[in-house]
């Protein structure tokens, strides 16, 4: 029997967040791959590789065998890791297939010098991202969002009246996730220090989300009683 805390998140029904450690298990695996067939010449092994990814991606998680992998046997023998937003993982995976496949089409049209290009770039992000955490795709997925108006900066004014403060009153407001194991820590360190935040769940109020440019949770800010922020706490 597991000794580990219940987990917050399903991985097969919570599909808006991932535990951070699955990802890095996928690239790991998508990067082995792509550096075998680049080290033996077995280019087929670059088409697995973006069969496996594009198949979880058109399926789902279920499909993906890195996630069975670790949800069902890794994640049961070292408890859940941090808990993040989907949507760069997401994003980084479509980005790797397509170069996935189109090294597979560049062997197979007779250019194997592009194709192994192509399946070299994979393997070397994939494996950096895998022992480092830190995902190109994942940041070309925060750009993008910044280009289309989604700004991860602190807001200068927070209408504290739409999130039912008192008139005349300061607050702290806690954007947050309720799938989110750093939005929880976050609330529980404002609170014992005595300033106790006023929560915006973003999964229940996108609208506000948008307003403020959330693109990252969690975030916390010290508004004045006029609405204009102060200070980001975190």
């Not at 805390?5 to 990067?31: C, E, K, M, W």
């Not at 399926?59 to 670790?70: E, I």
């Not at 750009?143 to 039912?164: K, M, Q, S, Y």
């Not at 947050?176 to 750093?182: A, E, I, K, S, Y």
Request: charged content about 15%; proline content about 6%; hydrophobic content about 45%.
């Amino acid at each position: 029997m597991s000794t580990h805390p219940p987990r917050s998140a399903d991985p097969y029904r919570d599909l808006a967040v991932i535990d951070a450690r699955a990802p890095r298990l996928n690239q790991l695996l998508t990067g082995l791959l792509a550096l075998t067939a680049l080290l033996t010449g077995a280019w087929p092994l670059v088409a697995l590789a973006a069969v496996q990814i594009s198949t979880g991606l058109l399926l789902g998680r279920r499909w993906c065998l890195a996630c069975r992998l670790y949800f069902g046997v890794l994640q049961p023998l070292l408890g859940e890791g941090p808990v993040e937003d989907a949507r760069p993982v997401k994003f980084a995976n479509q980005v790797g297939a397509a170069f996935l496949w189109s090294s597979t089409l560049a062997h197979l049209a007779g250019f194997p010098s592009a194709g192994n290009l192509l399946a070299g770039l994979v393997a070397g992000l994939a494996l950096l991202a895998a022992t480092t955490g830190f995902c190109v795709g994942c940041s070309l997925y925060r750009a993008w969002a910044f280009l289309r108006g989604i700004r991860g900066g602190t807001p200068g004014h927070v209408d504290l009246a739409e999130l039912g403060v008192v008139p005349g009153e300061e607050a702290v407001v806690q954007f947050t996730h309720p799938l989110c194991v750093d939005c929880q820590t976050l609330e529980t360190r404002l609170s014992a220090d005595g300033r106790r935040p006023v929560l915006v769940d973003v999964s229940r109020r996108p609208d506000l989300a948008r307003k403020y440019g959330i693109a990252v949770v969690p975030l916390a800010v010290a508004v004045r009683a006029n609405g204009s922020v102060e200070r980001r706490i975190h």
